[in-house]
């Protein structure tokens, strides 16, 4: 039986469409969750109470809708501080999580591999050492599902040495994963790499398979792929290795970045990345803004990279496809339909043209659209 949840959104009242996006993509967070949204509450305010996020009498009045909708849980569309926990559980008598519990509970569900596995529960951890200090009702009223799934999930009320003690084995084991990718990566340094990157959902997985001729799973839900996945593709002749990636989401919680870094450096180890954008979204930029900031903070934000606009075939027209080709005339943007095929020879080309002045040993210098 699905989970039931109210999501709470504080916005700025310049800032009226950007919350709505963010709330957007929240509902369709928790649908992959596995919850139900039954309300939303948006209030306008300047400035976060610093107490009860919403303010003390707001946080009451959302308790008490949260009992008459019989509601599962209350999820805020931020990242909630220890004392905001600690005060809204008070008034609040059903689970209080925020947008990090959802994305870490995706991933819980997600996780297919060990080291994935490993990556999840290490972020978990680390997010839940930080709630040690919310009151003693706030973490037992938990209970189960949505927020407290995943390899942690019987240690909420451990005591932080013992969180502490088990993350430190967490890395040791990660770091001999890291290791062994290493080797693997010593191993395949004499061919081109390829990364695929883009915001959660962009089609990565479908570009992938159309590459490699895999089989990899697709789905519009967010989050499918989590491990890394490498395989060949043949190019002109050319064999290339092509690597899917987790997929990039607005406000990535820091653990995940943290824990998830052996895998997000299979970016940093590419020779070329193409960035999957979701050109069907009326706002992909602001989702190539994410991906950019992200590649940043792993450290590949100099990295070549080609921007491969995907989904040209959910376009209204196409007069809006010539429009947007007029618009990025002349950069390193290819559009492409992995569903339909549509494009995808341009986009080798491309690819190849990158491997063949990496073949002579010419610099390969990253171009931003």
């Known amino acids: 039986m699905r989970e039931k949840a109210i999501v709470v959104s504080v916005a700025h009242p310049n800032d009226l469409a950007e919350a709505q996006r ?3 993509e929240l509902v369709a967070l928790l649908d992959t969750a596995g919850v139900d949204v039954v309300d939303v509450i948006v209030q306008k305010r300047r400035r976060i109470d610093p107490a009860f996020y919403v303010g003390k009498g707001k946080a009451k009045e959302i308790g008490e809708l949260a009992q008459h909708l019989n509601v599962d849980a209350v999820v805020f569309d931020a990242r909630l501080s220890p004392k905001h ?3 809204l559980s008070s008034v609040i008598p059903v689970k209080v ?4 519990d959802v994305i870490l509970d995706i991933f819980a569900q997600h996780a297919g591999s060990s080291e994935a596995k490993l990556q999840v529960e290490l972020a978990q951890l680390q997010h839940r050492l930080a709630r040690l200090r919310v009151a003693p009702g706030a973490l037992s009223r938990l209970g189960g599902g949505i927020g407290t799934r995943g390899p942690g999930e019987t240690k909420l009320e451990i005591d932080r040495r013992r ?3 088990k993350i430190v084995k967490l890395k040791r084991k990660l770091r001999k994963i890291e290791k062994v ?4 990566t010593k191993q395949q340094r004499y061919f081109f790499r390829v990364a695929l990157v883009g915001y959660t959902s962009a089609g990565k997985s479908t570009l992938m398979n159309r590459l490699t001729k895999s089989h990899f799973k697709e789905s519009e839900k967010l989050f499918t792929t989590l491990d890394t996945f490498t ?6 002749g050319a064999t290339i290795l092509v690597s899917d990636t987790v997929g990039f989401i607005s406000n990535l919680p820091t653990e995940l970045i943290a824990a998830f870094r052996s895998t997000l450096m299979v970016a940093n180890e590419a020779d070329l990345i193409l960035v999957v ?3 069907s979204k009326p706002d992909f930029e602001r989702d190539i803004e994410v991906v950019e900031s992200t590649l940043r903070k792993i450290g590949a934000g100099r990295k070549p990279r080609i921007y491969v606009f995907n989904k040209i075939d959910l376009l209204p027209s196409r007069v809006m496809l010539e429009r ?3 618009r990025y005339a002349g950069e390193e943007v290819v559009f492409v339909s992995a569903k339909t095929g549509e494009g995808l020879e341009d986009l080798k080309a491309k690819i190849y043209d990158y491997y063949r002045r990496w073949k002579e040993g010419k610099p390969l210098t990253p171009v931003s659209p």
């Not at 999580?97 to 990090?100: E, I, P």
């Not at 990718?181 to 693997?184: A, N, V, Y």
């Not at 395989?231 to 002109?236: E, L, Q, T, V």
Request: hydrophobic residues 45%; charged residues 30%; proline residues 0%.
């Open 22 to 24: 963010s709330i957007d």
């Open 231 to 236: 395989r060949a593709a043949w190019i002109n």
């Open 163 to 165: 969180i502490q003690s």
């Open 324 to 326: 947007l080709m007029d």
């Open 181 to 184: 990718r290493q080797q693997k």
């Open 85 to 87: 926990v600690r005060n």
């Open 97 to 100: 999580l925020d947008r990090v």
């Open 277 to 279: 954008v979701d050109v």
